[in-house]
């Protein structure tokens, strides 16, 4: 928004039209901004989940196989 105003003070536009300019320039930077935002919002939270499932499979495997050597030393 300030770029536009700044071009439009070299320029010597008048500040109703450099206003409009300088709102739609912020609306538009704000749907990118939104899009940008979902986007990265549902990488982070695809790649937390898979850490996270990784993790407890890799946890669920280790009881496992705790569980069965300990059997094993048992003699069962």
Request: hydrophobic fraction near 45%; aromatic fraction near 10%; avoid cysteine.
């Amino acid at each position: 928004m300030a770029l536009v105003v700044l071009r439009g003070a070299v320029n010597g536009e008048l500040a109703g039209h450099v206003t409009s300019e300088a709102i739609v320039a912020m609306i538009a930077f704000a749907a990118f901004g939104y899009v940008a935002g979902w986007i990265t919002d549902y990488l982070v939270r695809d790649s937390i989940e898979r850490s996270f499932r990784a993790r407890v499979e890799w946890y669920r495997s280790g009881m496992t196989d705790a569980a069965t050597k300990s059997t094993e030393s048992r003699g069962e």
